[in-house]
């Protein structure tokens, strides 16, 4: 097999993507070094269920336990050779490897095997290219793509040619990299500058939004925790669910409203994961900076499943990644109704619903509304009859707890909380109890 063919992009000229066809056959590769059977065990049936996400169905699921992994080619030589007889068996048309490969690993197995080899990255970028729907998401998964594929131009061999299609080679398109690294670098360059656009104009929606003094809430959270059905039944909104891993790639604001009345705002963002691509959280910091300015975290933890300590943890350390980990949280347990058995909440700030629930979802309204309230400064007012703006803006931009019309005052006696910064605070002193 020749070993120096130059990997190709896939970016098309239209930038659509490569249909595959359906249910290309796997075998997944796992190495367990210094896990528990458990967690080990998890991580392969997450990397399962990423591959049927990915239109994969998985053969089989080849293993071995080991000190620490080869460094040439992943798995012991010994087991190379069994992977190569079960190959030859089962004739599968991918080998997908539970960790990120080095590109001289990725070099080495591919010349050892037939079919195309991918890694745990290439698998969550393959699942990222089909997810992203926004121009930013797209050229999001293109950065990240070019910056993971660019140490391994040599190491996906004939595999990877432009008449290829399906897991791990679809993306923002296809394009034949016949030149050098230099194009790579370049269209990367160029990415970044039109990531900066976008950006910037992420950036004044998000400077609008702190001048009209809106409170800020988003929902982070394990991939396919429930976010964006709690998202739409929060809001109203329309956010993709699906019961998949990254069913949600690019983020929705909506209003939410509370049941004082008060009007906050409200993001779904994208889902984390286990070992997420450091590639893929570098590429998304511009969006997920909706999170960085949040006044409060909604932590969504599925407590149906097996594994959530783990996915709390998981979406903890990557908060603190992004500095993101100072901010007020709210742990949500969502999937009451199925939670398990040994379930047990942390300690802290915690509320269990279901999100299909309406009284669920009033309840955790109250609870925001709660904690809105722990950030603000009361007010004790009688406004004037005629001060028909200030009221206004006491209804829509405050939590209002109380509004007495006082007849022989022609005034309103009003109590309630406003934002620490909000510019009605300045009108409020004049009219102080």
């Known amino acids: 097999m020749l070993s120096a063919i130059i990997l190709v992009t896939i970016i098309s000229k239209e930038g659509d993507y490569l249909q595959a066809k359906d249910h290309e056959t796997v075998i997944l ?60 068996e089962l004739e599968p048309d991918l080998i997908i490897i539970n960790d990120e490969l080095t590109p001289s690993q990725l070099s080495n197995l591919q010349e050892s095997l037939t ?17 992203a729907k926004s121009r930013e998401g797209k050229l999001q998964v293109e950065l990240a793509q070019h910056q993971y594929l660019l140490p391994r131009l040599k190491g996906q061999g004939i595999a990877m040619s432009r008449l290829a299609g399906g897991i791990g080679t679809r993306g923002p398109g296809e394009t034949k990299l016949e030149s050098d690294r230099r194009h790579i670098r370049r269209r990367i360059d160029e990415i970044k500058r039109q990531l900066q656009v976008v950006v910037e104009h992420r950036e004044r929606y998000r400077e609008r939004r702190k001048r009209n003094n809106a409170f800020q809430i988003a929902i982070v959270g394990y991939t396919n925790a429930g976010k964006s059905t709690l998202f739409n039944r929060m809001s109203t909104a329309e956010s ?21 009345g008060y009007s906050a705002i409200i993001t779904d963002t994208v889902g984390f994961i286990q070992e997420l691509p450091t590639a893929l959280i570098a590429a998304f910091r511009s969006t997920l900076e909706e999170v960085k300015e949040a006044d409060l975290l909604l932590h969504v933890v599925d407590s149906s499943n097996p594994d959530y300590v783990n996915h709390e943890q998981t979406v903890e350390r990557l908060l603190s990644d992004l500095d993101m980990n100072h901010l007020p949280q709210l742990t949500v347990y969502n999937k009451a109704d199925q939670a398990l058995k040994e379930f047990t909440p942390r300690s802290g700030e915690t509320i269990i619903i279901s999100a299909f629930q309406e009284e669920d979802r009033t309840k955790l309204k109250k609870k925001i509304e709660e904690l809105a309230v722990k950030n603000m400064q009361y007010y004790n007012v009688i406004i004037p009859a005629d001060e028909g703006r200030l009221l206004s803006v006491l209804k829509s931009d405050t939590i209002l707890r109380e509004l007495i019309f006082l007849e022989e005052n022609q005034a309103y006696k009003c109590k309630g909380y406003v934002l620490k910064d909000h510019p009605v605070l300045g009108a409020l002193t004049l009219y102080e109890i």
Do not use: C, W
Request: aromatic share 8%; hydrophobic share 35%.
């Open 29 to 88: 590769v796992g190495s367990q070094v210094n896990q528990s059977d458990h967690h080990f065990q998890y991580s392969l049936e997450e990397l399962e269920s990423l591959t049927v996400t990915a239109q994969g169905r998985v053969l089989t699921t080849f293993t071995q336990k080991q000190d620490r992994l080869h460094p040439a080619t992943y798995i012991g030589k010994g087991k190379l050779e069994e992977l190569q007889s079960l190959e030859e």
């Open 115 to 131: 079919g195309r080899v991918l890694d745990r990255t290439q698998l969550i970028l393959d699942i990222f290219a089909q997810r």
């Open 240 to 260: 993709y669910e699906e019961d998949k891993l990254f069913a949600t790639l690019d983020p929705m604001t909506r209003k939410l409203v509370l049941p004082s």
